[in-house]
């Protein structure tokens, strides 16, 4: 069985492409969710999840996209105003969800292909008292990198809870949930860990549900007590996406295989790959600063003239799906997304296919 994509094609920086054998695995048979081929199939997923959390707390598991536990997070946060660090339309994403949850939200907002500096972090959070930090590790509008262990030791130094949204990190870049201490962090199916979208993982510390079982107006959906309560009991509050978790066994297993450290170098060497075709591109370049570039999806800037939205047109017709930038960036740069199930030897074929259409420009 092949356990990666030596052959890819679709490099969209979500959802990403996922390989038949992962397909296949969604038509088997209903079994009822309460019952116990269901426990047998969320503990196999546990202990897979725990090995990509790098964590033995329970990985909780949402059927919803990856928002639904960025809105769970700030549901189930101390109550209080909210810090967020923005630099790109998910960590907008994020402050957006705190102010509809009815949260007394600070920005402190960096250009797009920026992180905030730690020295803001550090200022804001010493100038008055914030219940939680929402930051995003990978911005995947951007390809911008920010030190999340380093955001969450300066919140817990404030007394703030750290919300971190590692959607196009987690399963791609090194992350040690529990060495690091991270309060709470998340990710989606469709990004780097290759599966179809529809489920959300993430893993709050047992001092961040200790103090969110005291949290008023948590709903009831989004409850991450509700949801550890349940995992605890391998099972989920409501009835699960359980095509999606069929999926999710299959790929966690192949995940397992090739282990999550092999599986973070393999993100870093196509990380590369993209930035040194952008450096023997004249005019061509990467948006984010040399040193916070995330491993899973780079947006590369365009010369002058040139349009990021018509290369990814023109790349379809090479057969290659790569993504507009994003938002404002949409002609100045586009994004390829080189994370999941994707290999050195495909990155490579896409790079050529846009190769063919630069110079036929
Ligand atoms: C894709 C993405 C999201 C949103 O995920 P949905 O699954 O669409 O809810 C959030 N944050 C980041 C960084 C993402 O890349």
Redesign the pocket.
Known sequence: MTRLLEDGHFFL??PTEVRPEILAAMTRPMIPHRGEAFERLFAGIQAGLKLVFRTTRPVLVSSS????L?EAGVRCAPSGAILSLVNGA?SE?FAHVARACGRTVEVLEVPLGETVPLEQVEAALRAKPFAAVTV?H???STGALTDIRAVQELARRHGAMCLI?S??GMAATPIETEAWDLDYIFT?S??ALALP?GL?FGTASAAFLAQARSTGGRGLYFDLVEFEAFAKKDQTPNTPAISLLFATEAQLAAVTAEGIESRWARHAAMAALVRSWASEHPGYGILAAAGSRADTVTAVTVPEGTSGKEIAARVEAEGYVIAPGYGKLRERTFRIGHMGDHTVRGLTGCLAAIDRILIAR
């Open positions: 920086p979500g996209s990856a928002t639904g960025m998910f994403r995003v990978s911005e995947t949204d959607v196009t989606g469709q990004k979208p959300a």
